[in-house]
């Protein structure tokens, strides 16, 4: 039978609210800093944008955007919504970073 450590509740502990609020940061600073994740948040903007308008309008390849929208879905910066790509809070909160 294996003991249960101190190290096991460090590395299952969440982060307290300071960690957290970092990390969001963090996060929010890793999307807005690359040129293509913030290209595709001005693209979809304050009304959506589906997939086909986005290829589109940014002239990207399928397998790029994927790469790039799955991030953004995955960070909750972007939500799919009746076959529109629409930003979340944070997601808007970067658009008005960048206008």
Known sequence: ???KDD???VIMAKPGPREAKKMEHDML???ASNPV???IIKE???YGASKEELLKNLGMQET???FQIDYLLHQ???KEDSGKYRLTD???EILEMHR
Request: aromatic content about 4%; hydrophobic content about 45%.
């Open 44 to 46: 979809i903007g304050i």
């Open 37 to 39: 994740r913030r290209k």
């Open 76 to 78: 909750e910066l972007v």
């Open 64 to 66: 790029a955007f994927k």
């Open 29 to 31: 600073n890793r999307a």
């Open 7 to 9: 190290l096991d509740d």
């Open 1 to 3: 039978m294996v003991e």
């Open 90 to 92: 944070k997601g808007l």
